[in-house]
């Protein structure tokens, strides 16, 4: 059975540093995908980041970057240089090849303190 | 990517009556759709799957004559939440998938049930 795990339920972080959200998951598919999701305050769901499970290339998008090991099953998520827009509470969530269901975490929630 | 538009984004009835969240894709067909739920401070949970003119799937524990979907285009998908109660005061957020590609999300619905 497919399963994400986020086990930081909550962090808080002074702006400027840098803050890494954990994320496990599994699933006994060979082909999958990763995805992070924002959800601010308002709600919506913003997308961050798609990883099909054939790319373990890690990804750096400004501040952003990705850890994706396939062997501990993990894709973590990390801030570079904190900014108090940046809290929020963040999603990892899988979904199954065709993207018929996705799996969500129980989300983390970042707090940036200025 | 490809834009998904729910309406009402708030909405708040009272007990008793039938509210209807609408789910549209804006600038694809949508072959098959997804509503979730989402309790205050928890993850999204999968409620049920429609594929355009077919009944929808549900998931287990979805009381499928509480929670009335509609996949009548490929546009279009609607939630009646019937008789709704406080209990299900939630956060809907629904998702449209076209053929063999990711899914996106919509903006969501706050439901609050008075």
């Known amino acids: 059975a497919q399963k994400v795990t986020q086990a930081q339920t909550e962090i808080s972080v002074v702006e400027k540093e840098d803050v890494t959200l954990d994320c496990v998951y599994e699933?006994?598919?060979?082909?999958?995908?990763l995805f992070w999701y924002k959800q601010p305050p308002s709600g919506e769901l913003v997308f961050l980041i798609r990883?099909?499970?054939?790319?373990?290339q890690n990804e750096i998008s400004g501040r952003y970057s990705w850890n994706f090991q396939k062997s501990t099953s993990s894709f973590n998520f990390t801030i570079t240089a904190s900014q108090v827009v940046d809290s929020a509470v963040y999603f990892c969530?899988?979904?199954?090849?065709?993207?018929?269901?996705?799996?969500f975490g129980s989300g983390t929630k970042l707090n940036v303190k200025p | 990517g490809a834009v998904v538009s729910q309406h009402p984004s708030r909405v708040i009835c009272k007990s008793g009556t039938s509210v209807k969240i609408e789910c549209r894709s804006l600038?694809?067909?949508?072959?098959?759709m997804f509503w979730y739920r989402q309790f205050p401070k928890k993850s999204l949970m999968l409620m049920a799957t429609?594929?355009?003119?077919?009944?929808?799937?549900?998931e287990q524990g979805v009381e499928k004559d509480k929670f009335l979907i509609n996949h009548a285009s490929l546009t279009l998908s609607t939630l009646t939440v019937t008789s709704a109660h406080p209990e299900d005061s939630s956060f809907y957020i629904c998702?449209?998938?076209?053929?063999?590609?990711?899914?996106?999300f919509g903006q969501g619905t706050r439901l609050t049930v008075v």
């Open positions: 600038d694809f067909q949508a072959t098959t």
């Open positions: 969530a899988l979904s199954e090849a065709g993207f018929n269901k996705f799996y």
């Open positions: 990883r099909n499970s054939f790319d373990e």
């Open positions: 998702s449209a998938r076209r053929r063999d590609t990711e899914a996106f």
């Open positions: 699933t006994r598919d060979t082909t999958y995908y």
């Open positions: 429609s594929n355009e003119g077919s009944k929808a799937t549900y």
